[in-house]
């Protein structure tokens, strides 16, 4: 179990052994899913993306999950996968079709594979057709796959590049994912209406292109015909995803470069106060608590400038701007609400301390007693 999780994951999960949350970069309409076992807090994340990094490491953090793998479905053409800035951050696998003969890749994969995390797995099933090397992944007692670009709710990927073919991605879906029970859950990499998840029982019966009584001559009828257009990012991102979402110049771009800043689901930046303690001399301190909170047991940080909540707006420019500043408050939470103010100021380094006055009185840092 991660040790710092102050929740029992089951909890996460809804009560339930295993944990799914679907999530979404409206940029892109790319879904990444995180999955757990609830008993060892062994992860598997699918189809991440480049910018989303800090979204996923945070909740995978806040959850105590150790994250066994980066998954993705095959290499993709509409944005970067975070696969590599994942494995950077966690010592995690880095997992995709071996066909695919990508950079940087720790756990290719083959049809018939299995990925394990604790005691459950992902099923791998080839399902090329949108491109070669397409992977759908389903769990181990069949309730749930991942489809990648392969099927999609009421549709399927589009077969005119990157090695497509529409009779290889008939007979993929078919056969290898049709094929699965009716109660089945399907969840697609993407989704352009709002569509989250279908089942096997709905796609057979209402997808346009292959269900009802459509058979492979209609499939490939209709896909050879659909005419779209080339997509916009594939130059950026079918070089960087052979990589595994690596940086061309083997490096990682890091916006916070000023301290090891850590982003909370919510997106707040935050630091420990270890990290404030050892450093605090190149850093403004801001304290919003109020003055009788200052004046009284808990005592003040030496050298913090006290601005209380209220106070913010108004005196945001005695804040010097000539190296970072920390927030503080009692617990944190009045202090996140200040940084996120003073980000909106224009403060580009700015943090919230995590844990407020509580946390560094409980390692024992120095305080001032008036």
Not at 62 to 82: M, N, R
Not at 117 to 143: M, N
Not at 178 to 201: E, I, K, N, T
Request: net charge negative; hydrophobic share 40%; proline share 6%.
């Amino acid at each position: 179990m991660a040790p710092h999780a102050p929740f029992a994951l089951a909890a996460a999960a809804g009560g339930a052994p295993l944990l799914l949350r679907q999530l979404f970069d409206a940029e892109t309409s790319t879904f990444t899913y995180l999955l757990a076992d609830v008993a060892s807090w062994q992860g598997v994340l699918i189809d991440s993306v480049y910018e989303r990094h800090p979204r996923d490491l945070s909740l995978i953090r806040e959850l105590g999950i150790q994250l066994v793998a980066s998954l993705d479905t095959h290499v993709h053409a509409d944005h970067v996968t975070g696969s590599w800035r994942l494995h950077r951050a966690t010592g995690c696998a880095i997992a995709l079709a071996a066909v695919a003969g990508a950079e940087n890749v720790t756990l290719p994969l083959r049809h018939g594979d299995r990925v394990s995390f604790g005691g459950r797995h992902l099923e791998v099933r080839a399902t090329p057709g949108h491109t070669d090397g397409c992977l759908s992944v389903v769990l181990d007692d069949h309730s749930v796959a991942f489809t990648g670009d392969a099927l999609l709710v009421r549709g399927c990927g589009r077969c005119d590049f990157q090695q497509g073919d529409a009779a290889t991605l008939y007979h993929s879906i078919t056969e290898q994912l049709l094929s699965l029970p009716d109660h089945c859950l399907l969840y697609p990499a993407h989704d352009y209406s709002g569509r989250a998840v279908s089942s096997v029982a709905e796609e057979k019966a209402y997808n346009a292109r292959l269900g009802g009584e459509a058979d492979e001559r209609d499939f490939v009828g209709y896909m050879e015909n659909l005419h779209l257009p080339h997509p916009n990012r594939i130059s950026v991102a079918l070089p960087a995803n052979l990589r595994s979402g690596r940086p061309a110049d083997g490096g990682l771009e890091e916006a916070d470069d000023w301290a090891p800043i850590e982003r909370s689901y919510a997106g707040l930046p935050e630091l420990t106060p270890d990290w404030v303690a050892d450093h605090r001399e190149a850093l403004t301190l801001v304290d919003v608590r109020s003055e009788a909170e200052v004046q009284g047991p808990d005592g003040r940080i030496p050298g913090s400038l006290l601005i209380p909540l209220p106070e913010l707006q108004s005196r945001a420019d005695e804040i010097p701007t000539d190296r970072p500043t920390v927030v503080l408050c009692h617990s944190g939470s009045r202090s996140a609400l200040a940084t996120q103010q003073l980000q909106k100021k224009g403060l580009t380094q700015v943090a919230n301390m995590r844990g407020g006055l509580r946390a560094w009185k409980a390692q024992g840092l120095p305080l001032e007693h008036p």
